[in-house]
């Protein structure tokens, strides 16, 4: 019930812009909860990744004074990856095009988030 | 460490230190030449680590009962059988070493120590008879290597457990995090 849920939201985020190409739930010890990842990725690496590069970006953020994290945001010459909290308990990561347009995609990425801690 | 992986080490230190079963019963034979003697090799290996700065802090107030200790400990040496069971209380001696934050140095330079004077007693109980030298001379260089590579070993897995545990607590990570992430990248 709680998996369809996520798997909905995953994929009307997916939906809501041609620029997202993946994403995944995943909590915050690295396992993952609902994915929409293409075949080629492992779900145990990307979850385990995103939950390790989020709690190193919190380090981060607090190390360097820059508040309490937002998000996490990776730039490759292939496109993008973009982690946030969802809640206390869970991580949405989001991968993107490298075209892809920022402002439009952290907004997708916040409602998604919003909407999957109300339902963890 | 669970059973397999005492019975990994013992093969690996087998390997590496040439114990074998021949050697085993050389040890049990020497046991009884080499008893009366093991008071004398224990003093004296306590005596130059007393001249060592850096060793005596760790032995004052417990002399008697460390030699005591490391008797026990020479006449298994002598006894065998070199199997799991030793090999696992030899591991829980390196980690009794660890907790008591023994430089790990500690344990090779003890061992060299041991070596001589065994290789010293040994010389004088065959004085003529070389072959019989030889073979008691290789079985304890064997046996003092293969205690030696185990006891190391305790030492490695603290320090690898210290270095994780620092590691965590700087990135934040969970252990449940670290151990996910290790699963996720296993072959
Ligand atoms: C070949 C080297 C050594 C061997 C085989 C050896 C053997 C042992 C054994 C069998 C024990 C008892 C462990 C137990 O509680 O079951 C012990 C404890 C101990 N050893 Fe050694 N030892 C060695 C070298 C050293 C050295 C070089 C020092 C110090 C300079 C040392 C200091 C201690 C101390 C302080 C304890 C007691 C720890 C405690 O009870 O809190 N050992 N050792």
Known sequence: MREDMLASILSDLNGSSADIEASAVISTDGLIMASLLPANLDEDRVGAMSAAMLSLGDRTASELTRGSLEMVLIKGSQGYVVMTHAGEEAVVSVQAKSTAKLGLVFLDIKRAAEAISKVI | ?187
């Open chain 2, 1 to 187: 460490m669970d059973d397999r992986e005492y019975e990994q080490l013992l093969q690996y230190a087998k390997q590496f230190s040439g114990v074998t079963e021949d050697m085993e019963n050389t040890l049990q034979g020497l046991y009884e030449r080499v008893k009366p003697h093991m008071a004398e090799v224990t003093d004296s290996f306590y005596t130059v680590l007393l001249d060592i700065p850096k060793a005596e802090p760790f032995l004052i107030d417990r002399l008697d009962a460390l030699k005591e200790t490391h008797n026990r400990w020479m006449e298994s040496v002598f006894s065998g059988p070199f199997e799991l069971d030793y090999v696992k209380a030899m591991y829980r001696v390196g980690d009794v070493h660890v907790k008591a934050e023994l430089p790990v140095e500690f344990m090779a330079g003890s061992m060299a120590l041991i070596t001589t004077r065994l290789h010293q007693l040994l010389g004088t109980i065959f004085k003529d008879e070389p072959e019989k030298l030889i073979e008691s001379v290789s079985a304890v260089n064997s046996i003092l290597g293969f205690t030696l590579m185990v006891m190391q070993q305790s030492y490695e897995s603290s320090r690898l457990a210290e270095e994780l545990e620092k590691f965590l607590k700087i990135t934040g990570m969970s252990r449940t995090l670290f151990d996910n992430l290790a699963s996720a990248y296993k072959e």
